[in-house]
């Protein structure tokens, strides 16, 4: 599936966030460790188990219940994320910091601006830092994050990419959750011209063409 996870962080204090650590979570640490940061929390895009770990189609993924077992670290989800991922993950809530879009989460003097973009899933969130926005699987280079899976919802899509979204600056560099497509970064400004999903005019056009 391609799945990016990121690591985002302050080299002056040695502090970094984990985004969407899933698959091999002790690996992770361990190379954020060897490039002489450590740890300190985690951002979480959405509850799906390719991003948090949990049970995918009888595979069970590794995730954030795994990461907590070597670092106690708090793990940043939107508030209407929050008890699905407890249900996907078998994490426990108080393990979980529930957030409302616009909070911040500090990490050394990086700051992170956390932007709920429902669609995808209910309380998937987005983040935007240091001129990069994080979309998890809201949107892509090419295409958006499916909207028939259980908690999607076609119109919150389309008001997250034509409404949620639309502050954030064509220069903005867009880091999605899945490499579908051949690059793995974009600046806004290109996915705004080329994206096919961004294309329709009207809600109309857009609920007949993706719902």
């Not at 979570?25 to 509850?47: F, I, K, N, Q, S």
């Not at 189609?57 to 991922?85: F, K, N």
């Not at 994490?91 to 709920?116: C, F, M, N, R, Y």
Request: charged share 25%; with cysteine.
């Amino acid at each position: 599936m391609v799945n990016f996870v990121y690591a985002l962080g302050d080299r002056d204090t040695g502090e970094a966030l984990l985004v969407d650590p899933a698959y091999r979570p002790r690996e992770l640490v361990e190379l954020v460790e060897a490039d002489g940061m450590r740890v300190c929390g985690v951002l979480a895009t959405h509850y799906h188990p390719d991003h948090v770990g949990g049970d995918l189609m009888g595979t069970q993924i590794e995730g954030i219940r795994e990461l907590l077992e070597v670092v106690d670290v708090p793990v940043h989800v939107h508030r209407d994320e929050s008890p699905w991922v407890t249900l996907v993950t078998g994490v426990d809530d108080d393990a979980l910091v529930a957030h409302e879009s616009g909070d911040h989460v500090a990490v050394g003097a990086l700051d992170v601006t956390l932007i709920h973009t429902p669609g995808h899933t209910p309380g998937s969130q987005s983040f935007l830092v240091d001129g990069r926005l994080l979309s998890g699987d809201t949107l892509f280079i090419d295409g958006c994050g499916r909207t028939d899976l259980p908690g999607s919802d076609p119109e919150e899509m389309y008001r997250t990419l034509t409404t949620r979204l639309s502050d954030v600056g064509d220069d903005a560099v867009l880091y999605p959750g899945h490499r579908y497509s051949p690059e793995s970064s974009s600046p806004m400004g290109d996915v705004r011209k080329h994206n096919f999903v961004l294309a329709p005019t009207t809600r109309e056009q857009w609920l007949a063409m993706f719902s």
